[in-house]
């Protein structure tokens, strides 16, 4: 999962200072994200899903299909 969301990020060329000013977050505790020192909250998995346009399943390795679901009606 960590090195899936480097490489998204980096994939679109950004820097970890910008994920985390979107985050609402410091640089250090995206860092700790990206490296696993910390455990990714469940509200920033479904962020992170919503900023890149894909699923929290694909963020967590249990697809390999980045296209989200459909969404759902509230």
Known sequence: ???????????????????????QCTQVCYSNYETGK????TEVLKALALYY?????????LTDEPTPYPPTKQ
Not at 38 to 41: C, E, G, L, N, T
């Open 38 to 41: 910390r455990d990714i909250p």
């Open 1 to 23: 999962m960590y090195k899936r969301i480097r490489d998204l990020r980096e994939d679109r060329d950004l820097l970890q200072k910008d994920i985390a000013a979107y985050l």
């Open 53 to 61: 346009h894909t699923s929290v399943d694909y963020l967590l390795e």
